[in-house]
T-cell receptor, first 114, second 111 residues
């Protein structure tokens, strides 16, 4: 089954404790992205990657890191989480068909930073 | 001013009604347009792409007006299962790839 998986789905942590949210896709997509979704603000892109070893900042990259060592994986790293990073996080992968990108989202990771 | 704007709603309609959502975008270089659907606490899922000539998929019709910089989504014969938040997404072509999402329009279809 074609899918994007994220782990963990739910996470409660404390300020400053490094964490990683994994993202994996099995569709051989080149593009992968991370978003955060907050009430009243909608979805905002954190980082994206157009291919292996190619990453770039989105709208809200501060406080986050990513890596793309393999095509299928795109982990999101919070080196020193803070309470303002409490949010719902989505990973997405994309394919371009006929000039139109179609994004497939993972199920989301709910993060609470105390 | 936000680049992609949507009326947050909620739109509260009875089953069988026709409902339309609009979405305006500010970047005239925008090239690709989409409607996504998001159920409560779930991930967004592509509903349909929006083509310049307009397109239809069953009860759903999407239109693009480049001159006025807006896209629309029309839902005919609303079903209870259409209740969700509808997200407008706009991307620009070129080297960067930062889709811009609207904040979504909430639809509630009641019996």
């Amino acid at each position: 089954e074609a899918q994007v998986t994220q782990n963990p789905r739910y996470l409660i942590t404390v300020t400053g404790k490094k964490l990683t949210v994994t993202c994996s896709q099995n569709m051989n997509h080149e593009y992968m992205s991370w978003y955060r979704q907050d009430p009243g603000l909608g979805l905002r892109q954190i980082y994206y990657s157009m291919n292996v070893e190619v990453t770039d900042k989105g709208d809200v990259p501060e406080g986050y890191k990513v890596s793309r060592k393999e095509k299928r994986n795109f982990p999101l790293i919070l080196e020193s989480p803070s309470p303002n990073q409490t949010s719902l996080y989505f990973c997405a992968s994309s394919t371009r068909t006929g000039g139109q990108e179609t994004q497939y989202f993972g199920p989301g990771t709910r993060l609470l930073v105390l | 001013r936000k680049e992609v704007e949507q009326d947050p709603g909620p739109f509260n309609v009875p089953e069988g009604a026709t409902v339309a959502f609009n979405c305006t975008y500010s970047n005239s270089a925008s090239q690709s347009f989409f409607w996504y659907r998001q159920d409560c606490r779930k991930e967004p899922k592509l509903l349909m792409s929006v083509y310049s000539s307009g397109n239809e998929d069953g009860r759903f019709t999407a239109q693009l007006n480049r001159a006025s910089q807006y896209i629309s989504l029309l839902i005919r014969d609303s079903k209870l299962s259409d209740s969700a938040t509808y997200l407008c997404v706009v991307t620009t072509s070129g080297g960067s790839y930062i889709p811009t999402f609207g904040r979504g329009t909430s639809l509630i279809v009641h019996p």
